[in-house]
């Protein structure tokens, strides 16, 4: 697993060791170098995975394990997919009423879709989450019942940074949305989780390579994760289209 897809970034770099939860983050969001359900026999039982090149079979490769990259050393993850919809519903049916995000949300999943992504404004007024492209027919009449509008963008990306290193790290939001800022990349829609593991960011699809490259070089990343920086690393695996 390296740093950036090295078909987006010729400074990527292979990084050493992630934990579980690390690796399934990076998998929801689009890298394809290991799936999360195949490591779950492997988590259960507390055994540790080695990802390696076919091709440099002597590498010492990825380790996965339970434990992340101790603090300070612990890289963060950048994963991207594209060919995505951000959907965005609104009504005064969404304010304030218990559960309503889950009644909203619920036909969706039960059709098959992956939500990527939940976004809430303060107000309540409307929510905004990210599906596949293809899904979008079929879940816009699912939700028709339910909301007085629907706007939807298409052709979007997300780029999720995800790992240990940003736990308890200050800055490193601000230093993503400020790599995107000046490269002139607009970000439409953003959700961080309450774990501190995870920050998605959805923009135009064709921002996505300029993005992911923005964010890599402002953080330093090539060299941190060989060690040589002092920055935690972030790693960009693998971008795909779905």
């Known amino acids: 697993m390296c740093t950036a897809d090295p078909n987006l970034v010729k400074s990527a770099r292979v990084v050493p060791r992630i934990s579980y939860q690390e690796a399934a983050e990076m998998a929801h969001y689009g890298a394809e170098v290991i799936h999360p359900k195949t490591m779950l026999p492997a988590r259960r039982s507390g055994i540790s995975i080695r990802i390696k090149n076919t091709f440099k079979p002597d590498a010492p490769g990825t380790l996965i394990t339970s434990r992340p990259a101790g603090r300070g050393s612990a890289p963060l993850l950048v994963s991207s997919i594209d060919g995505m919809a951000l959907v965005t519903v609104e009504g005064t049916g969404i304010f304030g009423q218990p559960g309503m995000i889950l009644r909203l949300l619920t036909p969706v999943a039960n059709a098959g879709t992956n939500i990527y992504m939940i976004s809430m ?4 007024y ?11 027919d079929r879940d816009r009449g699912l939700l028709g019942e339910q909301v007085a509008r629907i706007t ?5 990306s997300a780029i999720a940074v995800v790992g240990a290193g940003m736990k308890g790290q200050h800055g490193i939001a601000g230093r993503v949305f400020s790599a995107l800022g000046d490269a002139g990349v607009n970000v439409v829609a953003i959700a961080q989780g309450s774990s501190e593991y995870n920050i998605t960011v959805v923009l135009k699809g064709r921002d996505m390579k300029k993005g992911v490259r923005a964010i890599h070089d402002r953080l330093n990343v090539g060299r941190s ?3 040589r920086g002092r920055r935690p690393a972030l790693r960009l695996v693998g971008s795909r289209a779905r």
């Open 225 to 227: 994760a060989t060690g």
């Open 121 to 124: 404004s303060s107000s309540e």
């Open 152 to 156: 939807v963008e298409r052709d979007m």
């Open 126 to 136: 409307n929510v905004s989450f990210a599906i596949m492209q293809g899904d979008l």
